[in-house]
């Protein structure tokens, strides 16, 4: 499956944004999918993901309650609607996508979207 993320910007503090993750190539609803993000000279991170059939989510503490994952199956996409971003946001966010997974952070995620900036000025 090919995957393509969509909607980063710059966004004063407080503000919001919604990235889009777009996918091709094979059955969307047959993945898992999850955002990581990674901000300069840090290591990659988990943000959220969401189940297949958008039963259950999983979101790292430092972003519970101020994101929201979800998907439309029948639109091949995943979104992350961010609110009350913070300047600590500010990261190139990854859509990913597995099949079967043992856990969220911890999972070898197959395919990978390219990346999107968001920059959260103070």
């Known amino acids: 499956v090919q995957l393509q993320a969509s909607g980063g910007g710059l966004v004063q503090a407080g503000g919001s944004l919604r990235l889009s993750c777009a996918a091709s190539?094979?059955?969307?609803?047959?993945?898992?999918m999850v955002w990581f993000r990674q901000a300069t000279g840090k290591d990659r991170e988990f943000v959220a993901g969401?189940?297949?059939?958008?039963?259950?989510?999983q979101y790292a503490d430092s972003v519970k309650g101020r994101f929201t994952i979800s998907r439309d199956n029948a639109k091949n996409t995943v979104y992350l609607q961010m609110n009350s971003l913070k300047p600590e946001d500010t990261a190139v966010y990854y859509c990913?996508?597995?099949?079967?997974?043992?856990?969220?952070?911890?999972?070898?995620?197959?395919?990978w979207g390219q990346g999107t900036q968001v920059t959260v000025s103070s």
């Open positions: 190539g094979r059955t969307f609803s047959r993945y898992v």
């Open positions: 969401i189940t297949r059939t958008a039963i259950a989510t």
């Open positions: 990913a996508a597995r099949e079967v997974i043992t856990t969220w952070e911890g999972s070898e995620y197959d395919y």
